[in-house]
């Protein structure tokens, strides 16, 4: 499929209509995975969109945990941990969630800025019993799904959290917030992007080591080799004017986005940076650039300033940060022990 324009997948709208803008071909879809084809622009671009799909996607994770009770052999911070890595469903966190730092409708956590979900399971039979992630309750359930977790095997358990002998016990509330994989990977969207160019070599970008032939020790990827052509013209003279022509993403989800809404959710990361920018040229001062973007810094894991503090994040070690949690443990769910 090739979709040409501006509308995230290249589409101006005007069927029939062929547009200067972008390129896309979409070559494989997957329930988690994409692969596409990204033409009619430059590497830059090609680049940026890559960058802000691995670290500037909202979506939504377990960010602190208050434990009340603990007896099972994991330490509280290794619970904490495990539990901020647990996948959440966060289909339209961007719109629909608020970030905890910028909430103006409360001072901690609310239910426009967070998801409260429970765990509270007791082992009272001999044996092993395992903790999974469809053990957590959500207490504050959303008609958009936002924060329950992201449940796709065949048993329908979800991710193994803890494992309990006989007489153990876990308690514990969690707060899921919304976040980028820039403050902390486990609000990445995706496990993997694959991102090439000229896979045959022809730009010259790469000087391949190698002891006797290139092409046998250094196989290129037959399937985005074939998509630029014969491969003979690698061994043509040097061009240092030549440009890439074509870019092969191959994005691969975790189950809180659709392939989809990630790509589009790229491109909207961009478009906003490029609003702000344009903004800001022309005379803006802060306060209207935000007001642009619905009141939110389109750069929202950026700290916010502070005449105070150590840690690099706007508070004293051990103290309240900017990201709303304390400065131990915070990137790991924050235990509340």
Not at 76 to 92: A, C, M, N, Q, W
Not at 170 to 184: D, V, Y
Not at 239 to 244: E, I, R
Request: aromatic content about 8%; proline content about 5%.
């Amino acid at each position: 499929m090739a979709y040409n324009g501006y509308n995230g997948y290249g589409d101006d709208g005007m069927d029939g209509v062929e547009s200067s803008g972008p390129k896309v071909t979409v070559r494989e879809v997957e329930q988690d995975r994409v692969d596409f084809v990204l033409q009619s622009c430059s590497l830059a671009l090609a680049n940026s969109l890559r960058r802000a799909i691995l670290a500037e996607i909202p979506t939504i994770a377990i960010d602190l945990v208050d434990i009340t009770t603990n007896s099972s052999v994991l330490p509280d911070e290794y619970l904490s941990h495990r539990l901020g890595l647990v996948p959440l469903h966060s289909k339209h966190v961007g719109e629909n969630l608020n970030y905890t730092r910028e909430c103006d409708q409360c001072d901690d956590h609310c239910d426009a800025c967070s998801v409260i979900l429970r765990l509270h399971i007791r082992c009272t039979r001999p044996g092993t019993m395992n903790v999974y992630a469809r053990d957590l309750m959500v207490a504050n359930s959303r008609a958009d799904n936002i924060g329950t977790p992201v449940i796709r095997d065949a048993n329908g358990t979800g991710p193994l959290i803890a494992k309990l002998r006989q007489g153990q016990e876990i308690q514990l509330e969690c707060i899921a917030k919304k976040g980028i994989s820039k403050e902390h990977a486990k609000w990445a969207p995706t496990a993997a992007v694959g991102f090439e160019y000229d896979p045959n070599n022809k730009l010259r970008h790469v000087d391949y080591w190698y002891e006797s032939d290139a092409r046998s020790e250094w196989p290129v990827d037959e399937r985005n080799a074939t998509w630029e052509g014969d491969d003979s013209s690698a061994d043509a003279a040097f061009d240092p004017d030549a440009v890439p022509s074509a870019f092969f993403f191959d994005i691969e989800g975790i189950g809180t986005l659709e392939p989809d809404d990630i790509v589009r959710g790229g491109i909207d990361v961009l478009q906003k940076k490029l609003a702000d920018t344009i903004l800001v040229l022309g005379g803006a001062d802060v306060a209207g650039a935000d007001a642009m973007n619905g009141g939110q810094s389109p750069d929202g894991y950026e700290p916010a300033p502070a005449n105070i503090g150590y840690n690099g994040y706007g508070g004293v070690n051990g103290g309240a940060t900017a990201y709303g949690a304390n400065s131990y443990g915070a990137g790991y769910g924050g235990s509340g022990y």
